[in-house]
């Protein structure tokens, strides 16, 4: 009954920047934190950036200062602007967010993952 929909992802060279949206529909009734996960080949999912509804946001140490996370609550929708790409950034990338529905539970959504591809 919700979805989220990623769109961004793509091939950029080190250095370059892309910007990753993810829109969350369906039957919402509130959003309480929304952000990225990714996960390299090989690697465990890590956490890149999440964002709560009031706009406080948190990083992984590796992406601090080249990454910004934002939040468009009307729209639902987590924009992660990322600049000075390393080849070491290249994973899918995941969207998630948690939602209060409107029967009063609370669950964690995930997007179906979009490709960042940085070459040296």
């Known amino acids: 009954q919700v979805q989220l929909v990623e769109s961004g992802g793509g091939l950029v060279q080190a250095g370059g920047s892309l910007r990753l949206s993810c829109a969350a529909s369906g039957s919402i009734f509130s959003i309480n934190a929304m952000g990225w996960y990714r996960q390299a080949p090989g690697k465990q999912r890590e956490l890149v950036a999440d964002?709560?509804?009031?706009?406080?946001?948190n990083y992984a140490d590796s992406v601090k200062g080249r990454f910004t996370i934002s939040i468009d609550n009307a729209k639902n929708t987590v924009y992660l602007q990322m600049n000075s790409l390393k080849p070491e950034d290249t994973a899918v990338y995941y969207c998630?967010?948690?939602?209060?529905?409107?029967?009063?539970?609370?669950?964690?959504?995930w997007g179906q993952g979009t490709q960042v591809t940085v070459s040296s």
């Open positions: 964002i709560t509804s009031s706009g406080s946001t």
């Open positions: 998630f967010a948690d939602i209060g529905s409107y029967s009063g539970s609370y669950f964690t959504d």
